[in-house]
């Protein structure tokens, strides 16, 4: 098991960037895949980006493809998603999860099952 803490969120004018980063604790944070999902109001949690344990490996949902970028420092055990052009329709929760071996291809709604602990989440409110 890992816990994950997030951080990074915050209030961002539309077209511009944020960096969130997830940091892990446990010893076995190699052996985990990444990945980040976000939660809008009245909306179910939507996967946003995967990677690899060796961050050789990332996947994209396509709302996300080329404006964001997920990336990892197993050294510092952490996870980075950087978001840029974004837009109010980015605005959600967003959380950190961890994966027990390969990564997920699972995209769109319902992948929460596939990984198996979760952070806490943060706000990232997008204004027009």
């Known amino acids: 098991q890992v816990q994950l803490v997030e951080s990074g969120g915050g209030l961002v004018q539309a077209g511009g960037s944020l960096r969130l980063s997830c940091a892990a604790s446990?010893?076995?944070?190699?052996?985990?895949?990444m990945g980040w999902f976000r939660q809008a109001p009245g909306k179910e949690r939507e996967f946003v980006a995967a990677?690899?344990?060796?961050?050789?490996?990332?996947y994209y949902a396509d709302a996300v493809k080329g404006r964001f970028t997920i990336s990892r420092d197993n050294a510092k055990k952490t996870v980075y998603l950087q978001m840029n052009s974004l837009s109010p329709e980015d605005t959600a929760v967003y959380y950190c999860?961890?994966?027990?071996?390969?990564?997920?291809?699972?995209?769109?709604?319902?992948?929460?099952?596939?990984?198996?602990?979760w952070g806490q989440g943060t706000q990232v409110t997008v204004s027009s």
């Open positions: 999860a961890a994966r027990r071996g390969g990564i997920s291809y699972c995209s769109g709604y319902g992948c929460s099952q596939e990984y198996d602990d």
């Open positions: 446990g010893r076995s944070f190699r052996s985990y895949a």
């Open positions: 990677i690899s344990w060796s961050g050789g490996t990332t």
